[in-house]
């Protein structure tokens, strides 16, 4: 069975990504830049009995994150899904980072998830099926968080013109924007938005949502 591959797998909502896929019966791919945290996530996962695959990559690196996708695709198949959950998350104002250091995040913040999505997209295109999901956030522009509000409107971007450019052959492209802080057992519990993920995969052609803005669970009831 095609599987699932989570870029930027650590411990939050790509951890739990990749739990509740695997609780739904797909094998699990995880890609992350550093071999411990990766395994830690494929451990958990593993005891639900589903196969996983731990990998490591910069997804800033784009041989190195073309060649994740390969192994993943080798091991399980073609993906049936891909989620881009890799962030340089860090506060910061205007003026405040270099010219070098504002181009290596928007590597990892957009520019990876355009490599995995020019990787992935043309062979779910071709066929006919397929769902690729961008984690969002910063719904609206923070003058504390420069880098990542720049990031969040360029995948938020990218997501309309992938969904332009693959929708009509059948790939679904959503980014769940997540609009406050992550954490266990709070309003923006990583298992409540994961489940947000799989309702995106799985729902109707005719219903797909390109965004998917998570307020917090007061808001969702």
Do not use: C
């Amino acid at each position: 069975m095609a599987g699932v591959v989570v870029i930027g797998a650590g411990p939050g909502i790509g951890r739990s990504v990749g739990l509740r896929f695997a609780r739904e019966g797909l094998p699990v791919a995880l890609v992350t830049r550093t071999e411990a945290s990766v395994r830690a996530v494929a451990e958990e996962i593993g005891r639900t009995g589903q196969r996983t695959l731990a990998l490591t990559a910069d997804s800033a690196d784009e041989a190195a994150l073309r060649g994740a996708l390969d192994a993943a695709a080798e091991a399980f198949g073609p993906p049936e899904v891909v989620v881009y959950n890799a962030a340089v998350i860090r506060s910061d104002r205007i003026g405040e980072l270099s010219v070098r250091a504002h181009q290596e995040n928007w590597a990892v913040n957009v520019v990876g998830a355009v490599t995995a999505a020019a990787h992935v997209l043309p062979g779910m295109a071709a066929r006919g099926r397929g769902t690729f999901l961008i984690t969002g956030g910063m719904p609206e522009a923070k003058p504390r968080y420069v880098s990542l509000s720049l990031g969040k409107a360029g995948v938020r971007a990218l997501a309309a013109l992938l969904h332009e450019e693959y929708g009509p052959a059948g790939v679904h492209v959503a980014t769940v924007t997540v609009a406050g802080t992550v954490a266990p057992g709070s309003a923006f519990d990583p298992d409540d938005i994961a489940g947000h993920y799989w309702r995106l995969h799985t729902q109707p052609r005719d219903e797909w949502q390109p965004e998917f803005l998570y307020g917090g669970t007061a808001s969702q009831g």
